[in-house]
C-alpha cells in the first residue's frame, strides 16, 4: 500500500490565483481530512469527510472547498489564494465506525507559500 | 470547543534519559491519539489510545479519562526521538472532529 499520497509537494502562488491540492489514499478508509499546519502551532481542521458524498467544515474552513466523489480521494482547492493560506496541508484518513475514527495515517504533506 | 494542552512545550534532554509528556482535555474524548512529528515533517501515529494504558518498545502511553488527561512517557530516548509530540483527541460533543494540542518540542542530545 501507498498508504495517503499528496501532490503537489511544493506549490507558490501569487494572490488570487487558485489551485487544487490532491490526496489519495489506498486503504479503503471511510473518513479524510485536511489540517493546515502554522509555525510553532498544532494542526487545526479544515474540511472533513466521513464517506464518498459526505463532507462537513472543520475549525478553519473559509477560503477552502473539498468534495468526496470517490472513497480513495479527497481534494482541496483554494479559490482565490491569500498570504494568509501560506501554511504546510497535511491530509489524513482512518477507519471510521459508527461516530469513532481509528488511528490516523498523514500524507507527507504539501507546502504552500503564497505571494 | 475541547481545548487541549499539552506540557511541557519544550524539553531537552540527553541521550539515554526518560521523560513524561502530557495532555490534558476539557472535556469527556472517545478518542485520543498521540502523534510524533519528525524533523522532516512526517506524522506518525504513536498511539490510538482513549483509555487506559499501551506500550510500543520505549514508548508508552496512558489516559486516565475519568481525570482528562493523558501521558507519553519515552524511556531510554534516542536522538531520533527528537521532534514535536501531539496530543489530539475527538469530544464526546465533537462529533468527529479531531482537535490538536500545540505539542511538545523534544530534543535528544547525543
Known amino acids: 500500500n501507498a498508504g495517503v499520497t499528496q501532490t503537489p509537494k511544493f506549490q507558490v502562488l501569487k494572490t488570487g490565483q487558485s489551485m487544487t491540492l490532491q490526496c489519495a489514499q489506498d486503504?479503503?478508509?471511510?473518513?479524510m481530512s485536511w489540517y493546515r499546519q502554522d509555525p510553532g502551532m498544532g494542526l487545526r481542521l479544515i474540511h472533513y469527510?466521513?464517506?464518498?458524498?459526505?463532507?462537513d467544515q472543520g475549525e478553519v474552513p473559509n477560503g477552502y472547498n473539498v468534495s468526496r466523489s470517490t472513497t480513495e480521494d479527497f481534494p482541496l482547492r483554494l479559490l482565490s489564494a491569500a498570504p494568509s493560506q501560506t501554511s504546510v496541508y497535511f491530509c489524513?484518513?482512518?477507519?471510521?465506525?459508527?461516530?469513532?475514527?481509528?488511528?490516523?495515517?498523514f500524507g507527507p504533506g504539501t507546502r504552500l507559500l503564497v505571494l | 470547543g475541547i481545548q487541549v494542552e499539552q506540557s511541557p512545550p519544550d524539553l531537552i534532554l540527553q541521550e539515554g534519559a526518560n521523560s513524561t509528556l502530557r495532555c490534558n482535555f476539557s472535556?469527556?474524548?472517545?478518542?485520543l491519539q498521540w502523534f510524533h512529528q519528525n524533523p522532516w515533517g512526517q506524522l506518525i501515529n504513536l498511539f490510538y489510545?482513549?483509555?487506559g494504558t499501551k506500550q510500543n518498545g520505549r514508548l508508552s502511553a496512558t489516559t486516565v479519562a475519568t481525570e482528562r488527561y493523558s501521558l507519553l512517557y519515552i524511556s531510554s530516548s534516542q536522538t531520533t526521538d527528537s521532534g514535536v509530540y501531539f496530543c489530539?483527541?475527538?469530544?464526546?460533543?465533537?462529533?468527529?472532529?479531531?482537535?490538536f494540542g500545540e505539542g511538545t518540542q523534544l530534543t535528544v542530545n547525543p
Open positions: 489524513a484518513s482512518s477507519r471510521f465506525l459508527g461516530p469513532l475514527q481509528e488511528t490516523q495515517y
Open positions: 489530539a483527541v475527538i469530544g464526546e460533543t465533537s462529533g468527529s472532529r479531531l482537535t
Open positions: 486503504m479503503n478508509h471511510e473518513y
Open positions: 472535556d469527556s474524548v472517545n478518542n
Open positions: 489510545i482513549p483509555s
Open positions: 469527510s466521513v464517506g464518498a458524498g459526505i463532507t
